[in-house]
């Protein structure tokens, strides 16, 4: 079968991939559509040096083999981490930061720019008959936007600014947006504002500040103007990975007692919810074979994927 | 009367120090006892370069004079942050975050190192009777430390570090093991932490990880022994001001979806409310006359203070 597999240098296309067997407690899929995730480019630039595997974890799939009986023939997203099942961080809601889980597409297991790989029944969500494929496809990173409310409490009445006018960014607007809070978009493109006019505030007083600000810029110019912008005793939530270090000022988090939260991947039930009732509107997915991965990778569209129907 | 006037050098024991008058809103406050903060040693080491006034902020009075009637006569605590009482801050419960707010001892105001001064009235707490001028004394550095359990939802369940074994780190350690929680101390001085024993193990296996993290050592690199001691999605507390900037990998916070929470100046009432029911001890204050301010600032007893009685 076709795979785009990782030799730890560069992504290479296999038309002769074994087809794999799913063991016990897991299910095989067959892939209808896999998007390319940042993180998938970054893993092509080294983040995850050890990986040998085939690339990709955000998908859409139908179960083809499984011990759930009931997954069978289902279309389905699924997410990416599979803990050990024992640690303290299984055993309290946390499988997705255990020390020793596997990752499909960056750690110990294969992802999913393949047509078949398996995954655990327990990471598996079903998608609504209701919800087309080109839109259940941004469950994974709706989820990551998600990830935000489901760690810390906004309230309507709240004031928010996000930093960054990129993917990550609108998704999360949206999202935030629904809350019905005051909401603010800080970026430095016109041309990718604009998208964002619907949702929030794209422009703001220098004098403006906020209770919760959101850095979605990817890089570590956004802590410091977060900090700038956030109101004393209010909150920033970082959203943003990026190589090296930051020189920050810890005392004046102390003194005007700020917090600072991280934030990572998120909770796929509401994002499948959320995308069902249409309460998220999001740019079409500009779709590719296997084979064309390099045109796949080079894309500037918004969201770039893989057709394999 | 009496004080100790810093003229942005040095501080200067004055008898002829004029006595002050209360304006409206406003009490004049007699000191019966008034404690040396480590804010008070900052000040004199340039911690707040165009202050010129008496110091001191930690204090036990009688109220003499006051337009709240119902005060005169009282014996009464107070806090230091006066807020200019129509911004944001002082609309939303955070008058000690104005940006416009006096600090009695710090910034516009007249401190408590003097026969009496002057305080508004809705920061004046009254103090039980039960409890003695000695013990009432530490209700704000108490109160500090109850800004910790104020600011986050610490769960029984929960296994706490705090890492400093200095005066902070004990007030810390006395009130969170009030919440049951495991609880541990990390400190460098044996001598120091045989009075945590009583509250906290004061030994740690070097694989033991925690929850909730207090950073109250008042040096850079409490941060990064937080760091590696924190659990996935736990938090960090930071007590800790200093001079200068940490270098920190902040994509290590977003990936393990840490919290960092500033946290500062805290509520007295609750602080009260721990001292007058005996839930928390401390050691006993060391008292001088203000005349003797060289033996006082000087002195390395854990609780230094004037006596004005």
Redesign the interface.
């Known amino acids: 079968m076709q795979a785009l597999y990782f030799d730890g240098k560069e992504p290479r296309y296999q038309e002769d991939y074994q087809k794999p067997q799913p063991k016990a407690g897991h299910s095989l899929i067959r892939v209808l559509m896999s998007a390319i995730c940042n993180t998938d480019r970054e893993v092509l630039r080294g983040y995850r040096p050890d990986f040998r595997g085939v690339l990709g974890h955000e998908f859409v799939g139908i179960v083809e083999e499984s011990d759930r009986k009931e997954l069978i023939g289902k279309r389905v997203v699924g997410e990416l981490n599979e803990g050990c099942g024992h640690c303290?961080?299984c055993r309290s809601g946390?499988e997705k930061?255990c020390p020793d889980r596997k990752v499909i597409g960056m750690e110990g297991l294969d992802g999913t720019f393949e047509e078949y790989f398996v995954l655990a029944n327990h990471l598996i969500h079903v998608v609504p008959d209701s919800l087309p494929t080109e839109k259940a496809i941004y469950t994974e990173p709706l989820a990551a936007a998600l990830?935000i409310p489901n760690?810390l409490h906004i309230r309507p009445e709240d004031n928010v600014a996000v930093i960054g006018d990129g993917r990550l960014a609108l998704l999360i607007t949206e999202v935030i947006s629904l809350l019905g809070v005051d909401l603010t978009v800080i970026g430095k493109h016109p041309e990718k504002l604009k998208y964002f006019s619907k949702y929030a505030k794209i422009e703001r007083n220098e004098t403006d500040?906020y209770e919760v600000v959101i850095d979605a810029t990817g890089s570590?110019g956004g802590?410091e103007l977060a900090r700038q912008i956030v109101?004393?005793?209010g909150t920033i939530v970082?959203?943003?990975?990026?190589?090296?270090?930051?020189?920050?000022?810890?005392?004046y988090?102390?003194?005007?007692?700020?917090?600072?939260?991280?934030?990572?991947c998120g909770p796929f039930r509401p994002a499948l919810e959320l995308l069902n009732k249409g309460l998220v509107e999001l740019p079409e997915i500009e779709l590719w074979k296997l084979a064309e991965y390099e045109n796949a990778f080079a894309s500037k569209a918004f969201k770039v994927g893989f057709d394999f129907r």
């Open positions: 303290i961080y946390r930061h990830e760690q500040s570590p802590i109101r004393k005793k970082l959203k943003s990975t990026y190589a090296g270090s930051a020189n920050i000022d810890l005392s988090f102390v003194v005007n007692e700020i917090t600072i939260v991280g934030s990572r």
